[in-house]
């Protein structure tokens, strides 16, 4: 399949794996590379800009197709020094780059002068637009149902994506609530040139998380996750459990009160004892609706032929029949 998406990137497929703390390390962004996809390791997950550089290092021994660097811009928990991550960015020879969270244009005259390329990923049509005019070379439009965080919005991507589509002049791609070839299809419906999966991915033979993870997503419905974080406009869908609960009355007791520190202990330090110790239940981590549609856990490989043959088989064969 032919997009704009997969001529930016020089990759085969229109699939882009989005950063996922603790998620996107090498072996999963090499997998999702080698089978075609855009695999993309989640910047700050790593904590100095010499363990990323060790990270990008890692995965080019891994895979020799394009792969890309996710840079969450946080206004929220002290903020990271992002020249040196951009720097061991740029001397790791990385092209592409995600940004997401508050807008990189602070960040855009190192990033382009490196030739690199931006897809900064948003949730609203006006920081979409916001991105272009800066000079993004693409946008990911993350629509309500994604995992992570989906802004204030509440705009789902069957208004979100067309919206984006009527007003954007790069390239975008659909990302929340993405699974499989029917996704794809609808996705390049609606205007979009390819799809991001954060929730999918993880439920793979190569994501480098604990078996008990990927578990939880299989055995999750679409109505298994919830918002939280909400009062302190930094809402976050996240994978239902007693601790979510308990943030939930916390947030339900204070209102428009909450401070951050009234839920710190949920949701700080939570994403080691989930991804490495497989500790599902304990703290708030981020999760999709698309949860529903995940039932196996197949390699990155498996997962995108899947996803293509399906797609083109919709293209080929239902949709000409509906024209009778
Ligand atoms: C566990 C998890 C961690 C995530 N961490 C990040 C992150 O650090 N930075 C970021 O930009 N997006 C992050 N995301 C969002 C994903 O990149 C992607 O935009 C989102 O998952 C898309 O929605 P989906 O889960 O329905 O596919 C995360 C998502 C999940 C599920």
């Known amino acids: 399949m032919k997009t704009r998406i997969t001529e930016l990137f020089g990759i085969r497929h229109p699939i882009v794996q989005g950063g996922m703390h603790h998620v996107g390390l090498a072996e999963l962004a090499a997998a999702v590379s080698n089978a075609g996809g855009l695999g993309i390791i989640t910047g700050l997950t ?13 995965c080019r021994e891994m895979t020799d197709q394009p792969f890309g660097v996710n840079l969450t811009l946080m206004h929220t928990f002290g903020a990271p020094p992002y020249p040196e991550y951009i720097a061991a960015i740029v001397e790791g020879g990385i092209k592409i780059v995600e940004t997401a969270g508050r807008s ?7 990033l382009k002068a490196a030739g690199v390329k931006v897809i900064h990923k948003c949730t609203s049509v006006r920081h979409a637009l916001k991105a272009e005019k800066i000079g993004c070379d693409a946008v990911s439009v993350d629509g309500f149902e994604c995992g992570g965080h989906p802004g204030e919005d509440d705009v789902p991507n069957f208004i979100l994506l067309p919206r984006a589509a009527e007003e954007l002049r790069v390239p975008f791609i659909a990302s929340g609530g993405m699974a499989d ?12 040139e390819g799809v991001n999966m954060g929730t999918r991915f993880i439920a793979t033979q190569e994501a480098p998380v604990h078996p008990k993870v990927k578990q939880a997503i299989v055995n999750a419905s679409e109505l298994d996750t919830r918002l939280i974080m909400r009062g302190l ?15 939930m009355d916390i947030e339900r007791a204070k209102g428009g009160a909450i401070k951050i520190q009234d839920i710190a202990a949920h949701v700080t330090g939570v994403y080691p004892r989930v991804m490495e110790q497989g500790e599902v239940d304990s703290g708030a981590w981020s999760c999709g609706m698309v949860a529903g549609l995940i039932h196996d856990v197949p390699s990155c490989r498996e997962l995108i032929e899947r996803i293509m043959a399906q797609a083109e088989q919709i293209i080929r064969t239902r949709l000409p029949q509906t024209l009778g």
Not at 181 to 192: E, F, I, K, N, Q
Request: glycine share 4%.
């Open 46 to 58: 790593q904590k100095t800009p010499e363990l990323l550089a060790r990270e990008i290092a890692r």
């Open 233 to 247: 406009r930094n809402t976050v869908r996240v994978f239902h459990n007693k601790d979510v609960e308990q943030i």
């Open 104 to 110: 990189p244009e602070a960040y855009m005259p190192a």
């Open 181 to 192: 070839g029917r996704s794809l299809v609808a996705a390049l419906a609606l205007g979009a």
